[in-house]
T-cell receptor, first 114, second 109 residues
Framework: KAGVTQTPRYLIKTRGQQVTLSCSPISGHRSVSWYQQTPGQGLQFLFEYFSETQRNKGNFPGRFSGRQFSNSRSEMNVSTLELGDSALYLC?????????????FGPGTRLTVL | DAKTTQPNSMESNEEEPVHLPCNHSTISGTDYIHWYRQLPSQGPEYVIHGLTSNVNNRMASLAIAEDRKSSTLILHRATLRDAAVYYCIHDTNAGKSTFGDGTTLTVKP
């Protein structure tokens, strides 16, 4: 069974631009969660989608948004990029949800904002 | 928000057992306790999880305190490949927990 895939793996943007990241979960998984990882803040939860509905949201500004499609693939969008948005963005999929179930992480997308 | 507290770093010798502690004082009765580890340049990898009873799998054991305010991940025989950052986490599906800073495990040959 194929693992979680994320595209692109690396991305360079400039301040003020917007970016869309993509995540394809493991086949059959209905939950996709997104995390931001930085050296200073560690791994922080962004949001979770389950069957196309946002189930939980972390403490991030509205510039961070996401969606999930009927095939469970998910996208994350960041608008009006700031230098502090430079980070590794990870997505994770699970069958039943991140609270009770095992999460399988992708390799991440490394975003650099100049 | 759910928070966990772990030591910043620990060292172990190869082939010896390692006990990685975690405090989760804000845990509620329905929160599962999860452990993940992350190798450099990779996404986190699932290690083990449990609710109330001690758990064992091929990778590790999880010992959960009776009041569930703390847990210990046990690697029975550390190998060089076990060197990683280990995170414990708890949250419900309605939670917004973070992974915290984790424990960097160094394994010495």
């Amino acid at each position: 069974k194929a693992g979680v895939t994320q595209t692109p793996r690396y991305l360079i943007k400039t301040r003020g631009q917007q970016v869309t990241l993509s995540c394809s979960p493991i086949s059959g998984h209905r939950s996709v969660s997104w995390y931001q990882q930085t050296p200073g803040q560690g791994l922080q939860f962004l949001f979770e989608y389950f069957s196309e509905t946002q189930r939980n949201k972390g403490n991030f500004p509205g510039r961070f948004s996401g969606r999930q499609f009927s095939n469970s693939r998910s996208e994350m969008n960041v608008s009006t990029l700031e230098l502090g948005d430079s980070a590794l963005y990870l997505c994770a999929s699970s069958l039943a949800g991140r609270g009770t179930d095992t999460q399988y992480f992708g390799p991440g997308t490394r975003l650099t904002v100049l | 928000d759910a928070k966990t507290t772990q030591p910043n770093s620990m060292e172990s010798n190869e082939e010896e057992p390692v006990h990685l502690p975690c405090n989760h004082s804000t845990i509620s009765g329905t929160d599962y306790i999860h452990w993940y580890r992350q190798l450099p340049s990779q996404g986190p990898e699932y290690v083990i999880h449990g609710l109330t009873s001690n758990v064992n799998n091929r990778m590790a054991s999880l010992a959960i305190a009776e009041d569930r305010k703390s847990s210990t991940l046990i690697l029975h025989r550390a190998t060089l490949r076990d060197a990683a950052v280990y995170y414990c986490i708890h949250d419900t599906n309605a939670g917004k927990s973070t992974f915290g800073d984790g424990t960097t495990l160094t394994v010495k040959p």
